[in-house]
């Protein structure tokens, strides 16, 4: 089974919240996870691993500084990973308009550009309307288990 490396960035620490009740229920599914909390190419380089990332937005719509290296690496040194299966959740606030969700949106661009292959929808996750994230994030990832286990499989 594949491990799932979790690239997670937070400005106000709610990511970090939110990647931490993914990985103890990937955990309690029976996966091997590691959380990063400052990501680079690294995260996507190990052998036999999935990418699951979660990344909070700027107020510019942007991705935050704990993972401004992986997505820089993505662009600027893009490593051809065909098949490399991926997820996001993105943490945004609706009411900042088109930068809604920016970061992750610029990440899971980034990884769709150089060939990689989403297994699950992106989660969008509005400020405005979630009062807990992290249960939003783990229904969704409930949701698309059996997303995770085939690509682990495969």
Request: charge should be negative; charged fraction near 15%.
């Amino acid at each position: 089974m594949k491990s799932i490396q979790i690239a997670a960035g937070s400005v106000y620490g709610a990511a970090l919240d939110v990647a931490a009740a993914l990985q103890t229920l990937l955990e309690k599914a029976g996966f091997e996870c590691t959380l990063h909390e400052r990501s680079a190419l690294n995260v996507v380089r190990v052998p036999d691993a999935m990418l699951l990332i979660v990344s909070s937005t700027t107020g510019s719509g942007d991705v935050p500084d704990p993972l401004q290296p992986l997505l820089s690496g993505l662009i600027n040194e893009p490593p051809m990973l065909v098949g490399y299966p991926f997820a996001v959740v993105a943490l945004g606030d609706s009411s900042y308009g088109d930068t809604y969700c920016g970061g992750g949106r610029q990440l899971q661009a980034a990884l769709l550009d150089i060939a990689a292959t989403e297994i699950a929808p992106m989660l969008m996750i509005d400020a405005m309307m979630s009062t807990d994230p992290a249960e939003e994030a783990q229904q969704w990832l409930q949701a698309h288990l059996g997303s995770f286990r085939q690509a682990a499989a495969s």
